[in-house]
């Protein structure tokens, strides 16, 4: 491979003001599109010398025929060119967005004479402010329900509000108390539009001011005996208080902001964008990215502020956009969100407080939603099957693993060591085979993979053989049988340590860790099993005795199920070493005189983890009832001596 590329412009040539760059295939085809607040600076570093760059930016240079740039005013320019290029060209090497579905929203219709609101997923209606977007559609409808009881605004469609308007007649909404439009001949134009106005304002945040005008209406109408009018008051304060339980108080009143949760691996981001509007949380949206380029964390909160605003209203853009990471370009962020809204807005990342509590939920919630894709991807059928033909294709198999296994090596500090095997049959886990491993004695991880291969391919012939004799057993008895007319005798074999020979066998780790697992494989004399390992760093999957890894697509179905793989191994290896550690300890503990199971039990649970335990005092100790001084005392010394010993 040469070292140059053949595109790569001569020195001085790049300008070093700020701009946009573009890289293009030989069909003209964009391939990435950035900015850079140095041009020069930037685009060196994809022309270093190609053994030096990530694969997959190797990759992408490498496809590329030809770069090209432009020189912009300021860094806010490039910001703003960056972003509509990649409108424009949807570059396959930039981040892919894909919304988990279209969300239902709240629309008011503000372009028309007499405003209605209506439930939607069409963020195009010219001139309509939008609420939301809620996670399910009848919570739009049930909002609305409330909201008209108290804003009582057209909700009939264009083509009954036509007629009513025409013939004096009011609408059919309007006559079962359903629409409080024009149309209901209850109401002017003008008066309704003042509703409208308030409906607006209270869904933007605005609820304290509404809450405190009804109750003195409701008082006045009270101490005037006018009770009808007093009841209506109440009704409408109840479904104020009704709409205002579904979106709990989570910071002050004042509030407005947009908090940005991001849960990211080398393959895929998830993002929660929680929308809070008077300090209530008004709508949650949720998207997947999948990620070509390794870029970092403040690269794709640049990126997804970008996308989230890039097309929204002023009124959609709030005062405060809080963030996990603050992008390299914060500043130029917050001058181009202050152009589009009018006002100023501040990006920060919350750092204490309220505000920081509720982006960890955010967080949270993205974690769990980027597990959630995961598992769907390779629990779909079509997915899995696609997976398995890739993955056949890139090892250079000859037939589809449908059953691979996959190991990891844990220890802590180089104690405790412990190794997994985990068993995917046909793309989905098979947990009643997992296995776990102790490892004694060893000098690395690559040792510890070499033992841990060694015992489990030693099982392969001897289960096999098993299998025949008992099926040679089996046919036998049943010849007898039939040949005496007797009932023929069969007895059962426990179960086998391992189920079957795997097609694969994927290791955690790169080229050390395959090399440890081929050794193993020649000197148990299975070479027949397929072998690869996948490195987390770039995620580049290793086969053995190769000099480079072999690249699967970021979005293959392939490296999901591998990733998926690893991951397993790494979460169930983990576990038996926590269980391990806690064995360890209660065996320990089971030493001093006087302490039972029980009172074990009762230490293990009122400290809540083993390092706890270990760290406390013999006073803290004798915080649990039934545990005196001496007592205490004993249980700190041999924890301490259990410790040293370690």
Not at 99 to 111: G, V
Not at 408 to 419: E, F, K, P, R
Request: with cysteine; proline share 5%.
């Amino acid at each position: 491979m040469a070292e140059a590329l053949p595109y790569k412009p001569k020195k001085g040539e790049i300008p070093t003001q700020p701009g946009v760059y573009r890289f293009r295939d030989a069909d003209g085809r964009v391939l990435y599109v950035g900015k850079a607040k140095n041009l020069r600076a930037r685009l060196s570093n994809y022309f270093a010398p190609l053994h030096t760059l990530h694969e997959r930016t190797r990759r992408m240079v490498t496809t590329a025929t030809s770069v090209e740039w432009t020189v912009v005013a300021s860094d806010v320019e490039s910001l703003q060119l960056e972003y509509m290029w990649i409108q424009e060209f949807s570059p396959p090497f930039n981040v892919r967005y894909k919304d988990d579905k279209s969300y239902p929203y709240m629309a008011i219709t503000l372009a028309d004479e007499a405003p209605r609101v209506i439930v939607t997923r069409n963020r195009r209606i010219p001139g309509a402010r939008y609420f939301g977007p809620y996670p399910k559609i009848w919570a739009v409808h049930d909002t609305i329900d409330l909201m008209i009881k108290v804003f009582p605004i057209r909700t009939c469609s264009d083509a009954s509000y036509k007629k009513a308007m025409a013939t004096g007649r009011p609408c059919f909404p309007g006559q079962i108390g359903r629409c409080g439009g024009p149309c209901s001949m209850k109401v002017t134009v003008e008066e309704h539009r003042a509703i409208v106005d308030d409906f607006v304002a209270f869904m933007s945040g605005g609820d304290a001011r509404f809450t405190r005008e009804l109750t003195a209406r409701m008082r006045e109408a009270s101490a005037a005996m006018d009770y009808e009018s007093a009841a209506v008051y109440r009704d409408r304060l109840q479904a104020i208080d009704a709409v205002l339980s579904r979106s709990s108080l989570v910071l002050s009143d004042d509030t407005d902001a947009d908090l940005f949760g991001i849960a990211e691996d080398e393959l895929s981001a998830a993002v929660q964008h929680f929308v809070v509007r008077g300090g209530r949380v008004r709508g949650v949206r949720a998207t997947t990215i999948d990620k070509e380029l390794d870029i970092s964390g403040a690269d794709l909160v640049d990126q997804v502020i970008q996308r989230t605003y890039g097309g929204a209203s002023a009124g959609d853009i709030p005062r405060q956009v809080l963030v996990p990471t603050l992008p390299d370009d914060a500043a130029e962020l917050e001058q181009w969100l202050q152009e589009r809204r009018g006002k100023r807005v501040s990006v920060q990342v919350a750092q204490r407080g309220r505000k920081a509590d509720l982006l960890r939920t955010a967080t949270l919630n993205a974690q769990q939603a980027l597990l959630l894709h995961k598992t769907r991807r390779t629990s779909d059928y079509t997915a899995r099957t696609k997976a398995l033909t890739d993955l056949q294709l890139a090892l250079g198999m000859d037939e589809a693993p449908l059953r691979i296994e996959c190991y990891d090596v844990s220890h802590l500090s180089g104690t405790n060591v412990v190794a997994s095997m985990v068993v995917f049959e046909d793309g989905l886990p098979r947990k009643d085979q997992y296995r776990s491993f102790s490892v004694a004695e060893t000098t690395d991880d690559t040792d510890s993979l070499y033992q841990v291969l060694t015992r489990r391919l030693a099982h392969v012939d001897r289960d096999e053989a098993a299998d025949e004799r008992d099926a040679a057993a089996q046919a036998s008895v049943e010849h007898v049988g039939a040949a005496s007319d007797e009932e023929p005798v069969v007895t059962e074999r426990k179960r086998p340590r391992f189920a079957y020979r795997p097609q694969l066998l994927v290791v955690d780790g790169g080229a050390p860790q395959v090399a440890a697992a081929a050794r193993a494989l020649e000197d148990a004399g299975h070479t027949e099993i397929a072998l690869c390992g996948i490195a987390k760093r770039l995620e580049e999957i290793w086969l053995p005795g190769e000099e480079y890894p072999v690249i699967l697509p970021r979005t293959s179905e392939a490296l999901y199920l591998l990733q998926r793989l690893r991951d397993e191994a790494h979460r169930f290896a983990i576990t038996h070493q926590r269980k391990k550690r806690g064995r360890d300890i209660t065996t320990v503990l089971a030493e001093v005189p006087g302490l039972g199971d029980a009172r074990i039990k009762a230490l293990l649970k009122h400290f809540g983890s083993v390092t706890a335990l270990r760290r406390a005092s013999a006073d803290e100790i004798m915080e649990l009832p039934g545990i005196g001084p001496k007592l205490a005392a004993s249980i700190e010394r041999t924890l301490a001596g259990s410790e040293a010993r370690v």
